[in-house]
């Protein structure tokens, strides 16, 4: 895939080869995702959520203003660039800060971040211990509750795919967002939320079943968390590596 990448960029391979293997061999989902987290709580204030609010400085793409090596953008992160409001973390642990190393370099050309998986282990995975074909369809296998996978790699980078299998409540699509509902009469509803207007509500309920309800029928309503399982704790890093690179290949392009 590099050497492919190398012959097709006119700019030339130097880039690539520090880009994101230098940290991406060592780092795995779990880094990324953690690493977005601290990156949001300590640095997007600033930067912002997409790491373009200071002028000159883009850290959402990879773009440094030096091709900066890992150790370099920790000790930038520990100590702050001197005389600039660029602030140090001193009491941060390495780890995290690697971790945010971790997110920056994933974001860098993220569509061919890899984590080294293998997508044969990837589907076993689907298809086995993971039952994701009970919530979701592929290629029009499975079940409708969840979002259909079959192009999921042409819509999703990489680090939205560990994103949506590690912490799946941070990034819900508004069209999958659960909703549960208490009827006067007692009955309890949960599912997908497919449309609210102002006197009634029509969710897709786990048996796939479209229902309708009017507010004056209800004694509760509103947003759930959604079915989506948070995989941390279930799956290793190598699992999570298989299944996201697995879902990366899902473009459509079997048909
Ligand atoms: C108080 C605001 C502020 C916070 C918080 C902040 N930064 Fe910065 N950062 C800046 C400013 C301003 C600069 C540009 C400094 C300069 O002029 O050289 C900068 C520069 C940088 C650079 C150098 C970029 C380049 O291309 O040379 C990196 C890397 C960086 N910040 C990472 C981070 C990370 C990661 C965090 C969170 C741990 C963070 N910053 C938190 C304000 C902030
Ligand atoms: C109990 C039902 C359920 C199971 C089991 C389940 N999912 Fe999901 N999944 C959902 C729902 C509902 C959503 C949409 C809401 C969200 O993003 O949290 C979703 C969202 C996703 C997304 C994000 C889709 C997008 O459009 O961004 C991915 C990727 C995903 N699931 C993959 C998987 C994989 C892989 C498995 C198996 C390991 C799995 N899911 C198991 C219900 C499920």
């Not at 100590?79 to 973390?89: A, F, K, R, S, V």
């Not at 009955?187 to 479209?210: I, K, P, T, Y």
Request: hydrophobic share 40%.
């Amino acid at each position: 895939m590099r050497l492919l990448l190398c012959a097709m960029l006119s700019f030339g391979c130097t880039l690539l080869a520090w880009s994101p293997y230098a940290s991406a061999q060592h780092a795995t989902a779990f880094d990324v995702i953690d690493g977005k987290q601290a990156y949001q709580q300590f640095c997007a204030n600033c930067h912002g959520p997409d790491g373009d609010l200071i002028v000159n400085v883009d850290l959402g793409h990879g773009n440094f203003r030096q091709p900066y090596t890992d150790e370099a953008l920790a000790a930038i992160i520990s100590q702050g660039i001197p005389n600039t409001p660029m602030p140090g973390n001193p009491a941060m642990a390495q780890a995290q800060i690697l971790q945010i190393v971790a997110y920056l370099r994933s974001l860098a050309v993220d569509q061919t971040y890899t984590l080294a998986g293998d997508p044969g282990r990837g589907q076993s995975l689907y298809d086995g211990k993971g039952n994701c074909s009970s919530c979701h369809r592929l290629n029009g296998r499975g079940s409708g509750l969840g979002p259909d996978l079959s192009v999921i790699g042409r819509t999703r980078t990489a680090v939205e795919l560990m994103e949506s299998l590690l912490d799946p409540q941070a990034l819900v699509q508004p069209a999958h967002r659960g909703y549960a509902v208490l009827t006067r009469s007692g009955e309890r509803v949960a599912g997908r939320l497919l449309n609210r207007g102002a006197f009634s509500v029509q969710l897709l309920d786990r048996d796939e079943r479209l229902r309708s309800f009017q507010f004056a029928q209800l004694q509760e309503y509103g947003f759930i968390a959604s079915d989506m399982p948070s995989l941390r704790g279930l799956f290793d890093e190598q699992e999570i590596a298989d299944l996201v690179e697995f879902l990366a290949l899902q473009r459509g392009d079997a048909q």
